[in-house]
C-alpha cells in the first residue's frame, strides 16, 4: 500500500479509452464499515469493458468509476463496532450487498435481487466505485476473513473462482459426467478448476486461441478443441458456456444430449442473440442462467486450502500499479494472458 499524506492511488475510468490512476483522499471507516489495505486486484472482462467502451452492456459510465472488484489485502482500519476482524488480517472481499428485503434475497437468492449494489459497477447511479485503490472501505460483512497459509495472491481469485463454483453448483452433481466448457477465458479456466473439484469425469474445452487451451489443460481439462478445428463431433451431459457469444451458446446447445442441460455463464453481447433455440425444444434440453454467486466464497476457500481447487495456472501475470498502462492491453490479450492481478504493494504514490 502506498498512501502519503492521507492521500491514496485509485484506477479510475472516465469514459471509453480513458483510464487514469489518480489521487483521492483514503476513505475513513465509518460504523460497521472495514478499511482494506489492498494489494492484489484481478482485472476482469468487465473492467475490461469499461475501459475500452465504457460501458458494460446498457451500464454507461456516468461519472468517474473506480474500477475494480476482484481484490484481496490486509485489514487497515475498523470503523465503530466492527468486532469480527482485527486490523492486520488478510481478507479478501465480497463485492455484492443485495437488499436483503426483496423475493429473490428471501427465498435464498441474492445474487439475483434486482436491487443489489455491485463493487466497481456502473449499473447504478451513482456508480459503486471499486476497489482498485489503495484503501477500500467496505461494510463489515462484506470482509472474508482467509483461511491461515492461504497466500493474497490466491485469494485475488476467489471471486472469480466464486463465479465459477455458481455455474458448477447448477449442474446439481457433476461426479463422473462428461461436461463441455465453451471459452477458456479466466471464468472458464475457472470453471474447469471447479469441475475437478466436483469430480467430473471428462472436462472438454473449447476456444478460439491455443494459448488460453493451455491453460484449461493445465487445470485438468481431459480434452482441448481449438473451434476453427471443428466442434460437430462434440458430446456431453451437461454444457457450461463460458465464451459470451451465441456461437459457443450453439456449440452448447449442439453438444449435450437429449435432455441435457446447458448453463449459460457467459455475458452475450448487448441485445438479442441468434441461438439454435429449436433444439431446445426438440430435445427437451434445459437451460438455466448462472449470475455472480451468494455464498460461495466458503467453498472456494476451503477447496483452496485443501488443495482441491487450482487456480496458479489461472494467474498468468502480476503487474505492479505503476505500470497500469501495460497492464490492461495484457489482461484484454487472451493470447498473452490469462488472469492478470494489478499489484498495489509499493511503487509511488
Ligand atoms: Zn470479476
Ligand atoms: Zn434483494
Known sequence: ????????????????????????????????????AVRYGGICGSDLHYWRHGAVGEFRVREPLVLGHEVAGTVHALGDGVESVTVGAPV?????????????????????????????????????????????????????????????????VVEPASVAWHAVRQLGDARDSRVLVTGAGPIGCLVVSALRAAGAAEIVVTDVHPEPLAVAAALGATRTVLV??????????????????????????????????????????????????????????????????????????????????AVDPVITQVVPLDALGDAFPLAGDPTRSCKVLLDFAGGTP
Open 1 to 36: 500500500m502506498a498512501v502519503l499524506d492521507g492521500t491514496m492511488r485509485a484506477v479510475v475510468v472516465h469514459g471509453a479509452g480513458d483510464l487514469r490512476l489518480e489521487h483521492r483522499d483514503v476513505p475513513a471507516p465509518g460504523p460497521g464499515e472495514v478499511a482494506i
Open 92 to 156: 479478501t472481499v465480497h463485492p455484492a450487498t443485495p437488499c436483503g428485503a426483496c423475493r429473490q434475497c428471501l427465498g435464498g437468492r441474492p445474487n439475483i435481487c434486482p436491487n443489489a449494489r455491485y463493487l466497481g459497477s456502473a449499473a447504478r447511479f451513482p456508480h459503486v466505485q471499486g476497489g482498485f485503490a489503495d484503501v477500500l472501505v467496505v461494510r463489515e460483512d462484506q470482509v472474508i476473513a482467509l483461511p491461515a497459509g492461504l497466500d493474497l495472491r490466491r485469494a485475488a
Open 228 to 309: 476453427g478445428d471443428g466442434t460437430d463431433d462434440l458430446t456431453a451431459d451437461a454444457a457450461i458456456e463460458s465464451s459470451g457469444s451465441p456461437a459457443g451458446f450453439n456449440t452448447c446447445l449442439r453438444a449435450v444430449d437429449r435432455g441435457g442441460l446447458v448453463v449459460g455463464l457467459g455475458l452475450l453481447p448487448p441485445g438479442d442473440s441468434p441461438i439454435a433455440a429449436n433444439l431446445i425444444v426438440t430435445r427437451e434440453l434445459r437451460v438455466v442462467g448462472s449470475f455472480r454467486f451468494d455464498r460461495e466464497p466458503g467453498d472456494v476457500l476451503a477447496a483452496l486450502s485443501d488443495g482441491r481447487l
